[in-house]
């Protein structure tokens, strides 16, 4: 994801977050390009008060 900081895409974005806790979250991220679907499982974990990406898997359809 770092890689990918700062670009922007021509797609329909929805974020929806599937479990949350004060430590951790877990987001389901589904990037609707034309001709395919992107979707990210990312889990985010709160360092200080600091969420931060800890994992990321993704998949595409």
Known sequence: ???QKG???NC???TTIVQ???D????????QFEG????DLVT??????NWKVSQSINSYQ
């Open 7 to 9: 670009e922007q895409f």
């Open 20 to 22: 949350e806790s004060g």
């Open 1 to 3: 994801m770092k890689k």
């Open 12 to 14: 329909k974005t929805s």
């Open 36 to 39: 395919f679907t992107k979707t």
């Open 24 to 31: 951790y979250m877990i987001a389901k991220v589904t990037m």
């Open 44 to 49: 985010l974990v709160n360092d200080g008060g």
